[in-house]
């Protein structure tokens, strides 16, 4: 079997395209490839106006809004989601988000709103995603969300959004657990800094990628392509014996001394 057997003419859906720079919109383009069918959604007119000829591009089947923090919202897509498909094969969750003025000051000064805001938005509406779309899961379904080495270190400047990734990564693993006996995969990909739209929002990223550079295994950063690829093998059944795991794309940062 091939990826693109394994792919062509699975349902997925991809939350957290914002640009064509997103890993988001990296892992959409290798899917799309892969003969995959799509589906995307997007929060407000001004993502609208950037994702939609994207998903357009990417033969979306369905293009619509959804405020992950919204539950009635979340339903409306699943029921899109019945009424166009029937079922679903894959998901993607590429949502984070934190209070800028949380991600400036030390972790120590995060406010309460703050810290629950970025836990609800980054790890929460994963495990509220990954719920319906089990319901719509056979055996063989597969879902997948992102992370970053902040959940597993202290990154400078990543604060409360780490610990929200680390209760994000741990959501992983209990969802694997639990869906497991319905043959339906959970996974992760830690991906090394991207020049994205969320990672322009981290103070001090810029000196974060320049050490990456400096001592990556590969001697480099990872493009949102190469994320693509991990995630698509994840959610192809290539990777039908992979579940509960984080998988680190970030050419070997992690693992130097």
């Not at 079997?1 to 395209?17: E, P, Y």
């Not at 959604?41 to 033969?59: F, I």
């Not at 902040?150 to 409360?160: P, S």
């Not at 990628?209 to 990556?216: D, K, P, T």
Request: aromatic share 8%; with cysteine.
């Amino acid at each position: 079997m091939t990826l693109t057997d394994g792919l062509t003419g699975r349902r997925g859906l991809i939350l957290g395209v914002a640009n064509d720079r997103s890993i988001a919109w990296g892992i959409a383009k290798v899917l799309a490839n892969s003969g995959a069918r799509l589906g995307f959604t997007y929060q407000g007119d001004r993502l609208e106006r950037r994702v939609r000829p994207l998903a357009e591009e990417a033969g979306g089947e369905i293009i619509t809004s959804c405020d992950v923090c919204d539950e009635q919202d979340v339903q409306r897509l699943f029921e899109e989601v019945d009424e166009k498909w029937g079922g679903l094969d894959f998901l993607v969750h590429s949502i984070a988000f934190a209070d800028k003025s949380d991600l400036e000051n030390e972790y120590l000064d995060t406010s309460r709103d703050g810290f629950l805001k970025a836990h609800d938005v980054s790890a929460y509406s994963f495990t509220h995603l990954a719920r319906e779309a089990a319901r719509r899961m056979e055996p063989g379904g597969s879902m997948m969300t992102l992370s970053y080495l902040g959940a597993e270190r202290a990154v400078r400047g990543y604060n409360v959004m780490g610990v929200a990734k680390a209760s994000l990564e741990a959501s992983v693993r209990y969802l694997a657990a639990d869906l497991g006996p319905k043959e339906i995969r959970v996974n992760a990909i830690s991906a090394g800094p991207i020049q994205t739209l969320a990672a322009r929002g981290i103070s001090g990223f810029s000196d974060i990628f320049s050490e990456v550079e400096g001592r990556a295994a590969l001697g480099r950063g990872v493009t949102i392509e190469e994320v693509g690829n991990a995630a698509a093998f994840l959610l192809s059944p290539l990777a039908s014996g992979i579940t509960g795991e984080v998988l680190y794309v970030d050419g070997g940062f992690r693992m130097m001394g």
